[in-house]
Structures are given as C-alpha cells and as structure tokens.
C-alpha cells in the first residue's frame, strides 16, 4: 500500500514541527545554563555587606551631620571611606576585592519628593557588567550626641 503525497506531506511536516519543538526545548535549557554559570560567580555576601555598609554608615551621618548631605551633587557617584574620625564621603567608587573578583560600590543621593528633610538613596554595587541596586530613605532625625 503506497500513501498518498498529502499524507506524506502532513507527516514530514508534522516530523519537522516536532523536531522544532524539541531544538527549541535543547536551545531554552542551553542559553538558562550559560546564565546561570554568569551568575553563579557573584558572591552575595559581598553585595549584601556592600549595602548594609552604606546603609548603616549613611545613617550614622545622618544622625551626627544631616546639613552636610545637602551638600553633595545629585548627578555624582560617591562613596564612603572609614577614618579614625568617622566616615568621610569621597567621590567615585570604592573597589572591594574578594578573592580574584572585583565589586564596586558607590551611593547617590537626591531630595526625596522635594523634601529636603528627607534623602533618597541609592546604592549602586556592580560586578563585571551585573548592576544591582539598593534603595532606601534617610530622613533627618532629631539626635544629639
């Protein structure tokens, strides 16, 4: 028994839609695994030291010198270097190494909803070309010390 052309046609194209289907399945697993590998180098716990860094020494200059963050540029990168004295803000990025991996961290600051009793902040940690980014508010707080 021959089968006809059409059922022919319908079961090459049917074989081919499969075999699609199935390279389409291979590709998808192929380009997660090489994403997961990228990603698979970054060291969490530098990021989240990165962040909790800033955050806490942020708001320690809050509480000491809230006036002195009215100071700094909304458009500049800064960041933050530890002295006898406190913490000092420099502008540009602080380069942290962990191993063989380079990470680094810089915070913007800008007035939140036009209030300048109140700073947005963003703290900005990169690795290679991965950008994470964490945001919090430091409202000006009434403390003496």
Do not use: H
């Amino acid at each position: 028994m021959s089968k006809s052309k059409a059922q022919l046609l319908l079961e090459v194209v049917l074989i081919l839609g499969l075999i699609t289907i199935i390279l389409g399945i291979f590709a998808s697993a192929l380009v997660l695994s090489f994403n997961a590998l990228r990603y698979s180098n970054i060291s969490q716990d530098v990021t989240i030291y990165g962040f909790e860094k800033y955050r806490n020494a942020l708001f320690d200059i809050a509480q000491r010198d809230f006036n002195s963050l009215n100071s700094l540029s909304t458009t500049t990168d800064y960041f933050l270097t530890s002295t006898a004295s406190g913490w000092q803000i420099a502008s540009g990025k602080e380069r942290v190494k962990s191993g063989l991996e380079e990470y680094f961290f810089s915070f913007r600051i800008d007035n939140f909803q036009n209030d300048p009793n109140v700073k947005l902040i963003k703290v900005t940690g990169e690795y290679q070309n991965i950008i994470f980014n964490d945001y919090f508010l430091l409202p000006k707080l009434n403390v003496n010390f």
